[in-house]
């Protein structure tokens, strides 16, 4: 039997892809006014598009759910047609693209919030994470424990921006269920000491997710929703006593409503894979459509756990950030250009869309 490759095609759902090289999602701080993504960021995202699948930055699904300064939106008409000029460029270079939905919960800041009102979260536990606002990171602000009655909203939130995807031409959509946003917020007992249905067992916690999940399904279909999840992450000072039950739970119940993906980070994320013991091969057999594995991957790596079964595509993050032909660099063997961390967040071209090609 020949072995698998990265290089080859690959068929999500009913998507037919060039490749199984993912490009992940990267926050880059570059939205215009209105938070609407503006020409820069459709020039990022051309450049990268012969990864088979491209998962924008996560973007936020209402005022609520932003967390740092100049990141972009899916709730307004300006910000569904500037999100349709990126997907108009990634479709003409023969690449298919999801959107992430975005709710950062109490990962933010009063200066980000209507009115100056506090960030939301499961309970009022002031995350130690920082921020970026006004060009420098901050400490979050203290949060404020949600409403029962306010949890439905956000799922219609989640929902909605669901459709917008849709409307501005996206493929699909990721739920940003990971490295401690809303979502992984509920999902971790570090974060969620809810004394109602939504805390407490795994079942409860796992329950908003579950319910962002079906409506999104709902709306725009099973084969057009993937997730993002992080078991044993501790960005943004999440943390979980028992994330193997917890994990195991929540994709038993996300392969019964047919999503597309699953999205792993496996480990720290942007550090070591052996973070803290979980059995990432659990997830793979429960979860019985495609699973994208993340984090510390290169070609070598990839490709073995590849014909080991381990998993069918592989998120590139960093690697993608300063190396734009990163796919033609991974099939040669050429040398990777290394990031500039001056230029990650906020700014313009410098450090976002003038980072070289092997062509030049």
């Not at 047609?81 to 959107?99: N, Q």
């Not at 401690?180 to 795994?202: C, I, W």
């Not at 279909?221 to 006593?241: C, D, F, K, L, M």
């Not at 592989?314 to 500039?340: C, M, S, W, Y």
């Amino acid at each position: 039997m020949t072995d698998k490759t990265l290089f080859e095609p690959y068929t999500l759902g009913s998507l037919k892809l060039a490749n199984r090289i993912v490009l992940a999602p990267l926050t880059r701080n570059r939205a215009g006014k209105g938070f609407v993504p503006g020409e820069l960021a459709a020039t990022y995202y051309i450049q990268r598009a012969s990864a088979g699948l491209l998962i924008t930055e996560a973007t936020q699904i209402s005022q609520q759910g932003q967390g740092y300064q100049d990141t972009p939106g899916i709730y307004t008409q300006a910000q569904i047609d500037g999100w349709r000029k990126v997907t108009e460029a990634v479709h003409a270079r023969g690449s298919k693209i999801f959107l992430q939905l975005w709710h950062v919960g109490r990962i933010s800041h009063l200066s980000l919030q209507k009115v100056g009102a506090a960030p939301v979260a499961p309970s009022a536990i002031r995350a130690q994470a920082k921020t970026f606002v006004n060009n420098s990171f901050v400490e979050v602000s203290e949060p404020r424990a949600l409403a029962l009655g306010e949890l439905p909203g956000i799922v219609n939130d989640f929902r909605q921006a669901a459709a917008n995807a849709i409307a501005a031409g996206f493929d699909g959509v990721e739920i940003h269920a990971a490295n401690g946003y809303l979502l992984d917020q509920f999902l971790k007992d570090g974060a969620n000491q809810r004394t109602d249905e939504y805390g407490g067992s795994v079942e409860n916690r796992a329950r908003f997710v579950l319910e962002v999940a079906e409506a999104v399904v709902k709306e725009v279909g099973a084969e057009r929703t993937g997730i993002r999840i992080s078991p044993v992450g501790p960005v943004n000072g999440i943390s979980s006593s028992d994330p193997q039950p917890q994990f195991d739970y929540l994709v038993d119940k996300l392969d019964a409503l047919g999503l597309v993906y699953l999205h792993v980070v496996e480990g720290a994320p942007g550090g070591p894979r052996d973070f803290a013991p979980f059995d990432y091969d659990s997830l793979r057999k429960r979860f019985t459509r495609t699973y994208i594995a993340n984090n510390g991957y290169d070609r070598e790596l990839a490709t073995e756990r590849l014909n080991a079964g381990k998993a069918d595509l592989f998120a590139f993050g960093h690697k993608f950030i300063a190396n734009p032909d990163l796919v033609e660099r991974l099939k040669t063997g050429a040398p990777l250009a290394q990031l500039n961390p001056a230029t990650l967040y906020g700014g313009g071209a410098e450090g976002y869309t003038d980072y070289p090609t092997l062509a030049g």
